[in-house]
């Protein structure tokens, strides 16, 4: 059953999203904002204090963490909720996996999918508060990436037995995006140059993605139990 590994697909998600073209590119000013450093002293690699850059991150992570695990709790608190109706509710759901595989594929084009939210947030002197809040904005910002991909996860929360395992889930996917950004903010010096090289990927990944979430799609809804 793919209740089995929906840790493990979760934590997939989660890198998948993170490795995602329209994520990835923009972790340097993520950085930049959460740390206060300039993208020039981030390049140059001198004078930062990595103390700074690893809690801003782990603040950061934690921000959107809380948001995910919220939103992890709530749909399978709506799964439980519907009860009875839950395999019409899983045909529904693989469905909808189905459209945002075709579409990451490109096959099948969702123009509200292409829309990206931005949230502008002012900066301001609160040691870390700031990194924590950019988190919580960036979990509500839904990109053309990450969307299809976290309501998939969503959905496969929805369908856990209790709200523990809906948190479990979108923890997991927390952790796919987070370990890589901290990786990232460890290894700051070559960061560049990895996007540099990693950016010719980017098709391959969203392919990897897409395929991944029709194949998950077509087995909730062909899963019997």
Do not use: D
Not at 7 to 31: A, D, K, Q, R, W
Not at 83 to 110: C, Y
Not at 162 to 175: A, D, N, V
Request: net charge positive; glycine share 10%; aromatic share 16%.
């Amino acid at each position: 059953m793919i209740e089995n590994y929906s840790i493990l697909l979760s934590f997939i998600g989660g890198v998948g999203s993170f490795f995602s073209p329209c994520v990835l590119p923009l972790i340097p000013i993520y950085i930049s904002y959460i740390t206060g450093y300039s993208i020039e002293e981030l390049k140059e690699g001198q004078n930062l204090s990595y103390k700074k850059i690893l809690i801003s991150s782990l603040f950061f992570i934690i921000g959107f963490t809380i948001i995910f695990t919220s939103l992890g709790a709530s749909s399978t608190f709506i799964g439980n909720f519907i009860g009875t109706k839950k395999i019409i509710f899983r045909f529904i759901g693989g469905a909808i996996m189905i459209i945002f595989g075709l579409h990451i594929l490109g096959i099948l084009k969702i123009k509200k999918l292409y829309q990206e939210k931005r949230i502008r947030i002012k900066k301001f002197n609160y040691r870390y508060m700031s990194a924590f809040f950019l988190g919580i904005a960036l979990a509500g910002a839904w990109t053309p990436c990450v969307g299809p991909v976290l309501s998939s996860i969503l959905i496969l929360a929805s369908m856990e037995k209790t709200i523990k395992r809906g948190i479990i889930l979108l923890f997991f996917y927390s952790l796919g995006i987070g370990i890589p950004f901290i990786i990232i903010s460890i290894f700051l010096k070559n960061t560049i140059l990895f996007l540099n090289k990693i950016k010719k990927h980017f098709r391959k990944i969203e392919i990897f993605m897409g395929l991944l979430l029709i194949f998950l799609g077509i087995f909730l809804i062909i899963s019997t139990k």
